[in-house]
């Protein structure tokens, strides 16, 4: 059997040409994802920034922590709690003690992100100055980096009076102490210049944490972004895995059961000369795992060489920081390897089975048409799958519609219908082969219908690739159409202030026309099923301004009864019946117990909680809903809000754009970054595919030459049927995606958010037509050679 099977790849070389392709290009794929996740696992450990040289640092609790039934459960305070006063005292009596702030600024023609801390603290940076000096009198300040010169008066109002280097970690603007404790008059945490075992003695039993060494890093701003820089690769990598290897799996054995397909009368033949089932299914195997080992070995090859370019890729668009590498893993070598082999193996397992059952009279024919157009096994395997997918999605809409809205339901659900239209598809090939007018279209129609196996293999591709980008694409434009309606639905303001800082509200409540309804952003914590700690988040506002605030979809209650002792929420709230009391922590971890006054539908995700400005947890106001009152100009309310320094006024329209998830385009980089890998593959496995199958249609381009058909219409024949059968797969991929957005419609209605189904039309017709380029392509140029040859010698 090693013999024939050598044999048979020396003379089948283009057919196993092409399996190799496939499959390395598959483990390739795998590998480059498996070393992406890998990377995405461990962060590099950070060293102090802000406080590298600062011998203490003591920062009030920033964690809640609740005893339950299963042991301690924590979570992240949104408002961190000041070190007690007490405390402060007592840590003065041991040293000098510093207080740290820190604000954000908004300066035109400044960098972003600009933010503002006293000068006292940047000598633990340390900071040093490199022109002018310290701030002395409120109006001053110190710049880093050179985007200010010294001199200068900023829109602020400020005068830079000094510049000090920056250290690469932020930008910012230092201010008087005075001044900053104005500006921001809570400070969380603090600088004591005294002996660590001292500070501890007197911060214990506080709730405040002590900090040196390493842990100083924790009192930087934003000290977990590399956890969650890592758990957003992980979530990308993951689904770009899941894409990748679905896709990778369907191609590879897709394209050695149609290789093995195409040989049925060679395996009649070697039946025919007395070789056994048995035999023959050794034989294809022993070749699958020939093939199975040197692809899957240079398919890992490829993924070395590919996976530090995704990195590069990656951190160069933004989607991961600056320190992200890909490689130095062993483990994902191995499990794409091992996959390779075992999908190749697997595929050609199926295809043997069938080449076993090959009659010896299967050589004696000389049709080409295909006999049984769908076995009982795809049949069966193909309902089942369908099946599947109806039943899983009906569950979904009774039970948990809000699941059919997050990622990973709807990445992973086209998965199951593409593979059940991708098993039915001989099934369907008939029914969708149009009917062209001509001679010419009268031949597409009857050799893509006779041979239905072979144009369901060749639609697969096509198929996946409209599929996904159609159900992708297209969820998440649906969602994104929703949240925005949603959005607009829900602002009742003319204007919405941003960026309100210390003393901003009462500045804006002197302009002229404007009623105002300030907010601030807080979160409130609940104990679900008594074991887990949930976070939600919330804004705290005026009681009686929030009807003219917000328009909220309340399905139970009434907002206007919220008060101090009552709480708005949302219906994935686990108790959420109009007055029951629930327990509830607030954003500096204070318990309380408070009463529903109303319940809101749970939208697109983003109705959180509502409470009062009690119940804030110390939060302070950092947006100002504001409506035009009658006969007042909106213009001129708008020029009296944008006179306030520092804050950023956004006309309604602008702020349902700027609260559109489409402006994250982080996010919809990496769903391209997703689509785009995926979708490179299955184009390539359709030349592939289409390639393999060329020896066969020399001999088609041979009958019809012997038919007296000229070499014009032999071309025009096979690019039509490349594009008929291209139809096929696109069609197919459009009801995928057509079933996929029902679905999500269907949730959007029953969670009472807008429904707004969007078809990316634009997408899809960019990948048919790609789609179609490659297959003509591929199509015509092996005809163009074999019109070259003598029909003579072809049918010889």
């Given at each position: 059997?090693?013999?024939?099977?050598?044999?048979?790849?020396?003379?089948?070389?283009?057919?196993?040409?092409?399996?190799?392709?496939?499959?390395?290009?598959?483990?390739?794929?795998?590998?480059?994802?498996?070393?992406?996740?890998?990377?995405?696992?461990?962060?590099?450990?950070?060293?102090?920034?802000?406080?590298?040289?600062?011998?203490?640092?003591?920062?009030?609790?920033?964690?809640?922590?609740?005893?339950?039934?299963?042991?301690?459960?924590?979570?992240?305070?949104?408002?961190?709690?000041?070190?007690?006063?007490?405390?402060?005292?007592?840590l003065r009596a041991l040293g000098p003690v510093t207080e740290d702030r820190s604000f954000p600024v908004r300066v035109a023609g400044g960098?972003?992100?600009?933010?503002?801390?006293?000068?006292?603290?940047?000598?633990?940076?340390?900071?040093?100055?490199?022109?002018?000096?310290?701030?002395?009198?409120?109006?001053?300040?110190?710049?880093?980096?050179?985007?200010?010169?010294?001199?200068?008066?900023?829109?602020?109002?400020?005068?830079?009076?000094?510049?000090?280097?920056?250290?690469?970690?932020?930008?910012?603007?230092?201010?008087?102490?005075?001044?900053?404790?104005?500006?921001?008059?809570?400070?969380?945490?603090?600088?004591?210049?005294?002996?660590?075992?001292?500070?501890?003695?007197?911060?214990?039993?506080?709730?405040?944490?002590?900090?040196?060494?390493?842990?100083?890093?924790?009192?930087?701003?934003?000290?977990?972004?590399?956890?969650?820089?890592?758990?957003?690769?992980?979530?990308?990598?993951?689904?770009?895995?899941?894409?990748?290897?679905?896709?990778?799996?369907?191609?590879?054995?897709?394209?050695?059961?149609?290789?093995?397909?195409?040989?049925?009368?060679?395996?009649?033949?070697?039946?025919?000369?007395?070789?056994?089932?048995?035999?023959?299914?050794?034989?294809?195997?022993?070749?699958?795992?020939?093939?199975?080992?040197?692809?899957?070995?240079?398919?890992?090859?490829?993924?070395?060489?590919?996976?530090?370019?995704?990195?590069?890729?990656?951190?160069?668009?933004?989607?991961?920081?600056?320190?992200?590498?890909?490689?130095?893993?062993?483990?994902?070598?191995?499990?794409?390897?091992?996959?390779?082999?075992?999908?190749?193996?697997?595929?050609?397992?199926?295809?043997?089975?069938?080449?076993?059952?090959?009659?010896?009279?299967?050589?004696?024919?000389?049709?080409?048409?295909?006999?049984?157009?769908?076995?009982?096994?795809?049949?069966?395997?193909?309902?089942?799958?369908?099946?599947?997918?109806?039943?899983?999605?009906?569950?979904?809409?009774?039970?948990?519609?809000?699941?059919?809205?997050?990622?990973?339901?709807?990445?992973?659900?086209?998965?199951?219908?593409?593979?059940?239209?991708?098993?039915?598809?001989?099934?369907?090939?008939?029914?969708?082969?149009?009917?062209?007018?001509?001679?010419?279209?009268?031949?597409?129609?009857?050799?893509?219908?006779?041979?239905?196996?072979?144009?369901?293999?060749?639609?697969?591709?096509?198929?996946?690739?409209?599929?996904?980008?159609?159900?992708?694409?297209?969820?998440?434009?649906?969602?994104?159409?929703?949240?925005?309606?949603?959005?607009?639905?829900?602002?009742?303001?003319?204007?919405?202030?941003?960026?309100?800082?210390?003393?901003?509200?009462?500045?804006?409540?002197?302009?002229?026309?404007?009623?105002?309804?300030?907010?601030?952003?807080?979160?409130?914590?609940?104990?679900?099923?008594?074991?887990?700690?949930?976070?939600?988040?919330?804004?705290?506002?005026?009681?009686?301004?929030?009807?003219?605030?917000?328009?909220?979809?309340?399905?139970?209650?009434?907002?206007?009864?919220?008060?101090?002792?009552?709480?708005?929420?949302?219906?994935?709230?686990?108790?959420?019946?109009?007055?029951?009391?629930?327990?509830?922590?607030?954003?500096?971890?204070?318990?309380?117990?408070?009463?529903?006054?109303?319940?809101?539908?749970?939208?697109?995700?983003?109705?959180?909680?509502?409470?009062?400005?009690?119940?804030?947890?110390?939060?302070?106001?950092?947006?100002?809903?504001?409506?035009?009152?009658?006969?007042?100009?909106?213009?001129?309310?708008?020029?009296?809000?944008?006179?306030?320094?520092?804050?950023?006024?956004?006309?309604?329209?602008?702020?349902?754009?700027?609260?559109?998830?489409?402006?994250?385009?982080?996010?919809?980089?990496?769903?391209?970054?997703?689509?785009?890998?995926?979708?490179?593959?299955?184009?390539?496995?359709?030349?592939?595919?289409?390639?393999?199958?060329?020896?066969?249609?020399?001999?088609?381009?041979?009958?019809?030459?012997?038919?007296?058909?000229?070499?014009?219409?032999?071309?025009?024949?096979?690019?039509?049927?490349?594009?008929?059968?291209?139809?096929?797969?696109?069609?197919?991929?459009?009801?995928?995606?057509?079933?996929?957005?029902?679905?999500?419609?269907?949730?959007?209605?029953?969670?009472?958010?807008?429904?707004?189904?969007?078809?990316?039309?634009?997408?899809?017709?960019?990948?048919?037509?790609?789609?179609?380029?490659?297959?003509?392509?591929?199509?015509?140029?092996?005809?163009?050679?074999?019109?070259?040859?003598?029909?003579?010698?072809?049918?010889?």
């Amino acid at each position: 059997m090693l013999s024939v099977a050598l044999r048979t790849m020396r003379v089948r070389w283009a057919g196993f040409v092409g399996s190799f392709v496939a499959l390395a290009l598959g483990v390739g794929l795998v590998a480059v994802m498996g070393q992406a996740l890998a990377a995405s696992l461990e962060a590099p450990v950070r060293v102090p920034e802000r406080f590298a040289a600062a011998p203490v640092v003591v920062k009030g609790q920033d964690a809640l922590r609740v005893e339950t039934p299963n042991g301690v459960r924590t979570a992240e305070l949104a408002q961190p709690r000041p070190v007690p006063a007490g405390v402060v005292a007592a840590l003065r009596a041991l040293g000098p003690v510093t207080e740290d702030r820190s604000f954000p600024v908004r300066v035109a023609g400044g960098p972003g992100g600009l933010v503002g801390h006293p000068w006292p603290t940047a000598r633990f940076a340390p900071y040093e100055l490199t022109a002018g000096r310290a701030p002395r009198a409120d109006g001053e300040v110190v710049v880093t980096g050179g985007w200010a010169r010294v001199g200068e008066r900023l829109s602020t109002g400020d005068v830079v009076v000094g510049a000090v280097r920056g250290l690469g970690f932020e930008d910012a603007v230092f201010h008087t102490e005075a001044r900053a404790t104005q500006l921001a008059p809570v400070s969380v945490q603090l600088v004591v210049e005294a002996d660590a075992v001292a500070v501890r003695a007197v911060v214990d039993g506080s709730g405040a944490r002590v900090l040196t060494g390493d842990g100083r890093r924790l009192a930087d701003a934003d000290p977990g972004r590399d956890g969650e820089a890592l758990t957003a690769l992980n979530a990308l990598f993951g689904t770009a895995g899941g894409v990748t290897a679905f896709v990778s799996v369907f191609v590879v054995a897709s394209t050695f059961a149609f290789a093995v397909e195409r040989r049925r009368r060679e395996f009649g033949l070697l039946r025919l000369a007395g070789a056994t089932p048995g035999q023959l299914r050794r034989t294809v195997l022993l070749e699958a795992l020939l093939v199975g080992v040197l692809a899957s070995a240079a398919g890992c090859v490829l993924g070395a060489y590919g996976a530090p370019l995704l990195g590069e890729a990656v951190v160069e668009g933004g989607l991961a920081p600056v320190w992200y590498a890909i490689g130095g893993h062993a483990w994902p070598y191995h499990l794409a390897f091992w996959t390779g082999l075992s999908v190749a193996l697997a595929g050609a397992a199926v295809a043997s089975w069938r080449a076993g059952r090959t009659s010896p009279t299967r050589a004696l024919r000389e049709a080409a048409a295909d006999g049984r157009a769908l076995p009982r096994g795809r049949l069966v395997c193909g309902a089942a799958l369908l099946l599947t997918a109806a039943a899983t999605l009906a569950y979904a809409l009774a039970a948990d519609p809000g699941d059919l809205l997050h990622r990973k339901t709807y990445v992973s659900r086209p998965m199951l219908l593409i593979t059940a239209a991708a098993l039915l598809a001989p099934l369907l090939v008939r029914p969708l082969v149009p009917r062209l007018p001509g001679t010419t279209g009268l031949l597409v129609r009857a050799h893509a219908v006779a041979g239905v196996r072979r144009t369901a293999a060749v639609a697969a591709p096509v198929l996946v690739t409209v599929a996904l980008a159609g159900s992708l694409l297209g969820a998440t434009a649906t969602l994104d159409e929703a949240g925005a309606a949603e959005v607009r639905r829900q602002t009742a303001a003319d204007f919405v202030v941003t960026g309100v800082g210390a003393g901003a509200p009462a500045r804006l409540r002197r302009v002229p026309g404007a009623e105002l309804f300030p907010s601030s952003a807080t979160a409130v914590y609940t104990l679900e099923e008594g074991v887990a700690l949930v976070r939600s988040e919330a804004r705290a506002v005026d009681p009686g301004a929030l009807a003219g605030a917000v328009r909220l979809p309340v399905v139970a209650g009434r907002t206007a009864d919220l008060d101090d002792g009552s709480i708005v929420v949302n219906e994935e709230w686990a108790e959420h019946r109009v007055g029951q009391r629930v327990r509830v922590w607030l954003g500096d971890g204070t318990p309380r117990t408070l009463r529903i006054a109303a319940v809101v539908a749970t939208g697109t995700g983003d109705n959180g909680a509502y409470v009062t400005a009690v119940n804030a947890g110390g939060a302070a106001v950092d947006r100002v809903d504001v409506r035009v009152r009658a006969g007042a100009d909106p213009a001129t309310v708008a020029a009296g809000l944008r006179a306030v320094d520092g804050v950023r006024v956004w006309p309604k329209e602008r702020w349902v754009a700027a609260s559109h998830p489409a402006t994250d385009g982080t996010t919809r980089l990496g769903l391209l970054l997703v689509l785009g890998i995926a979708l490179l593959y299955t184009g390539i496995s359709l030349a592939n595919t289409l390639v393999m199958g060329a020896a066969e249609r020399a001999r088609d381009v041979t009958a019809l030459r012997l038919a007296g058909a000229t070499g014009g219409q032999v071309l025009r024949w096979a690019a039509a049927e490349a594009l008929t059968v291209v139809a096929v797969g696109a069609v197919l991929g459009l009801a995928v995606t057509v079933v996929n957005l029902a679905g999500m419609a269907g949730a959007l209605g029953l969670l009472s958010a807008p429904v707004t189904v969007v078809v990316p039309w634009p997408a899809l017709g960019w990948t048919t037509g790609a789609c179609a380029l490659v297959a003509v392509t591929a199509t015509v140029l092996p005809v163009g050679v074999a019109l070259r040859e003598s029909p003579r010698e072809t049918l010889t």
